[in-house]
């Protein structure tokens, strides 16, 4: 296919979306449309007329929301909750509308929606004016790249089309989304309801002079991206279906490639020429943006699905650390240092947000600092990847900037981001290796080092059992050091609080330290509450496989609260100590411990005899 066609397709072709906050009129909008481009076929009106009576809210009236809303929640409730696409065409043009959902808990299905959109008709409900979640929506359609907006003032039947509210409006909405400089901008006074201005021009609006929405949708052509135009497929498969054929398969997300074309793979820069490309109907001389390919190369080189190929004059970054807008999506907050998946490309890593810049303020566009994002925020961050990814700006390439955050344990979408900029300094620092290794460090001792994690809740009686193991370990010429919650927050620790994200962040220091002890031949023995799965998880993951014995010391909240020895949970249950586990903070007991030990019904000297009994194949030899 030629560039030509292409841009010529693109040209005829214009993806839109609506969206704003609840009840603005989206559905309604997007059915007018429909209705006025002769596009519902006589049964499916005859059933719209039939649904507008049982779900409708218009009275005798068809209701135009139904012919988009289309799961029976959305009926029942007179909302949108998934995106919902439809196809129209009108003599001049062909569109593709994404109708997406204006409550604020289904945000992150309008970022879905708008990330393939050319432009974004902003509704407001003319009674309301401009709300929150009308901002929330400019400012992440601002973030994906949109530069197109029209401000689809809506219900204007309802303020008897009074041209001093129109203005109100616009000016409103402008002066709070400066920021954002929208290249094209058009205001529209209009009723959905009744067709005002939508596809014909108003009575009920003389004072308006601009264009009807469908003559604005028909001559628009958004403005084109400075993005990047270079070669670029992310490998999704690689495709051997036999002993003599290896080729990599993926779709081109940008630029175009040629048999005999010098490529490279970012990752580990090699280099090699391409001797083949195989498309649907099969070889080609040549395959650009949109293509799905298996390609062959001249030479045998290391190429994995995540890698993606470039020119091997106009390579794309590489680095293990970024900057990005985050949208978060889920119901628990980000959590700083808490390590996640992340999926760029056809690349899944395991990924830690390091630090937030700020958070965006929806409501001004100010920058407010904060230590995690709520459901619905968004904020600029800083990301760590596990090791260096291909990415380019968001500005640039849209498939290679874009990317989701993933639960680990769940594998629910939490978070959608775009990558800024990258940021350089991982790959300015090395490892300096050692003349002296950690296996001579734990020979010496005669043992093999380890970190026994006791978690537990306050009160179970994790540090008594720590001391008590301690002792049993030097009586027995091990090598040991204790890591306590407490006496780790009086020094190390001492600028965290005790809030979920600092929690974490706890954690994540103590689980850093502990891997040093470890390297240097210790046993290290750690006592803290860590009540959730993913920070023990995350220290785990930092050890060589089996040097992490994790010990739930468990014990009943009951049992832990009638103890009290500080009286803590006095003070958590009146209220005087926020985010207390087991109070108003969950404790996350551990799935697959490799010891559990029961408080209630063994002594602490009968709990480290068990935990030593374990582990004592590490003592008197080497590892």
Same mark, same amino acid.
């Given at each position: 296919m030629s560039s030509a066609v292409t841009t010529m397709e693109r040209a005829s072709q214009l993806r839109f979306l609506t969206c704003g906050s609840v009840d603005d009129g989206k559905s309604t909008l997007i059915g007018r449309l429909l209705y006025d481009s002769k596009l519902i076929m006589d049964d499916h009106l005859y059933a719209l007329e039939s649904d507008s009576r049982k779900h409708g809210t218009t009275g005798e009236d068809i209701d135009f929301a139904l012919l988009v809303d289309g799961l029976e929640a959305e009926r029942e409730q007179g909302i949108t909750i998934d995106v919902a696409y439809r196809f129209f065409t $009108?003599?001049?043009?062909?569109?593709?509308?994404?109708?997406?959902?204006?409550?604020?808990?289904?945000?992150?299905?309008?970022?879905?929606?708008?990330?393939?959109?050319?432009?974004?008709?902003?509704?407001?409900?003319? @009674?309301?004016?401009?709300?929150?979640? /009308?901002? @929330?929506?400019?400012?992440?359609?601002?973030?994906l790249g949109i530069k197109s907006v029209v401000l689809a003032v809506n219900k204007m039947d309802l303020v008897d089309f009074d041209r001093t509210r129109f203005d109100e409006i616009v000016a409103d909405y402008r002066a709070k989304t400066a920021r954002h400089a929208f290249e094209q901008f058009v205001a529209i006074p209009m009723s959905a309801?009744?067709?005002?201005?939508? /596809?014909? @021009?108003?009575?009920r609006s003389?004072?308006?002079?601009?264009? $009807?929405?469908?003559?604005?949708?028909?001559?628009?052509?958004?403005?084109?991206g400075g993005g990047s135009q270079a070669f670029r497929m992310p490998v999704q498969w690689i495709n051997r279906p036999n002993l003599d054929f290896r080729g990599y398969s993926g779709t081109i997300v940008s630029g175009s490639v040629a048999v005999g074309d010098l490529i490279a793979v970012p990752r580990s820069g090699l280099t090699s020429r391409v001797t083949g490309l195989i498309g649907p109907t099969g070889p080609l001389d040549r395959a650009s943006a949109g293509d799905a390919i298996t390609l062959t190369i001249s030479d045998e080189i290391d190429i994995s699905r995540g890698d993606v190929l470039a020119p091997a004059n106009d390579r794309p970054e590489v680095s293990n650390q970024f900057a990005a807008h985050l949208f978060w999506m889920a119901?628990?907050?980000?959590?700083?240092?808490?390590?996640?998946?992340?999926k760029l490309g056809t690349a899944t890593e395991l990924a830690t947000i $390091?630090?937030?810049?700020?958070?965006?303020?929806?409501?001004?566009?100010?920058h407010a600092q904060a230590k995690n994002l709520q459901?619905?925020?968004?904020?600029?961050?800083?990301?760590?990847?596990?090791?260096?990814?291909?990415?380019?700006?968001?500005?640039?390439n849209q498939a290679l900037g874009s990317f989701i955050i993933i639960d680990r344990f769940s594998n629910q979408t939490v978070g959608a981001g775009m990558v800024e900029y990258g940021l350089r300094r991982g790959t300015n620092i090395h490892a300096q290796p050692a003349d002296v290794t950690r296996q001579q460090l734990a020979a010496i001792k005669g043992q093999e080092p380890c970190v026994i994690w006791l978690?537990?809740?306050?009160?179970?009686?994790?540090?008594?059992?720590?001391?008590?193991?301690?002792?049993?370990? $030097?009586?027995?010429?091990?090598?040991?050091?204790?890591?306590?919650?407490?006496?780790?927050?009086?020094?190390?620790?001492?600028?965290?609080?005790?809030?979920?994200?600092?929690?974490?962040?706890?954690?994540?220091?103590?689980?850093?330290v502990a891997k040093l002890m470890v390297d240097a031949g210790l046993i290290v023995i750690c006592s803290f509450i860590s009540p959730f799965r993913a920070d023990r998880a995350m220290v785990r993951e930092l050890l060589p496989d089996g040097e992490f014995v994790e010990v739930h010391v468990d014990t009943p909240l009951d049992v832990a609260e009638a103890r009290d020895v500080k009286g803590l949970y006095a003070k958590a249950r009146a209220g005087k100590i926020k985010n207390f586990t087991g109070i108003d903070s969950p404790y996350e007991a551990p799935d697959a411990a490799e010891i559990v030990v029961d408080t209630a019904a063994l002594s602490a000297e009968e709990a480290a005899d068990a935990i030593l009994a374990r582990i004592s194949p590490r003592l008197g030899r080497t590892a």
């Open positions: $009108t003599p001049r043009r062909s569109f593709i509308v994404a109708d997406t959902p204006g409550h604020e808990q289904y945000s992150r299905n309008m970022a879905t929606g708008a990330s393939n959109c050319d432009l974004a008709i902003i509704l407001i409900d003319a @009674r309301k004016g401009v709300l929150t979640q /009308t901002l @929330r929506h400019s400012l992440i359609a601002h973030l309801r009744f067709g005002d201005n939508v /596809t014909t @021009r108003s009575e003389a004072w308006y002079e601009g264009p $009807t929405l469908i003559d604005h949708l028909e001559v628009v052509q958004p403005p084109a119901k628990d907050a980000l959590m700083v240092g808490r390590p996640y998946l992340i $390091t630090g937030i810049g700020h958070r965006v303020d929806v409501n001004t566009g100010e459901m619905n925020e968004i904020g600029f961050c800083n990301i760590h990847l596990a090791r260096p990814t291909v990415f380019e700006p968001y500005a640039d978690t537990g809740l306050s009160g179970s009686g994790k540090s008594t059992i720590a001391n008590i193991l301690q002792r049993k370990l $030097t009586m027995l010429g091990a090598h040991s050091f204790i890591l306590d919650g407490d006496n780790v927050r009086m020094g190390l620790n001492k600028d965290l609080s005790f809030s979920e994200a600092d929690r974490v962040e706890n954690i994540r220091r103590v689980g850093e």
